[in-house]
Nanobody
């Protein structure tokens, strides 16, 4: 069974940067579309960024376009989320998710994903 473990969260001041990592074990990531989601306090889970299995296609929520970058290292079974120019509204628990896929498939819909990590807390505050 695919297992996902996120890391890299923490407390950062507004305008700062963080890089989240999600390491996979159990299966190779080459056949999975991947995504990052977040849940802010009192809000529904929100798709932040997603990437196709080969890494050629990405998609971002409007709220993070130009600030966040998703990337993947299939050789080492890791997906990253580089977060720059962080804002207080980026605060939340960030989750990575994976779904078997191919080609250009990627999605910001959480219901499309079967495998989830446990989450890592990101707090943006002065």
């Amino acid at each position: 069974q695919l297992q996902l473990v996120e890391s890299g969260g923490g407390l950062v001041q507004p305008g700062g940067s963080l890089r989240l990592s999600c390491a996979a074990s159990g299966y190779t990531l080459n056949y999975y579309g991947l995504a990052w989601f977040r849940r802010a306090p009192g809000k529904d889970r929100e798709g932040v960024a997603c990437i196709s299995s080969g890494g050629d296609y990405t998609e971002y929520a409007d709220s993070v376009k130009g600030r966040f970058t998703i990337s993947r290292d299939n050789a080492n079974h890791i997906v990253y989320l580089q977060m720059d120019s962080l804002k207080p509204e980026d605060t939340g628990v960030y989750y990575c998710a994976a779904e078997v896929s191919s080609g250009s498939w990627r999605s910001l819909d959480p219901w499309q994903y079967d495998s989830w990590g446990q989450g890592t807390q990101v707090t943006v505050s002065s």
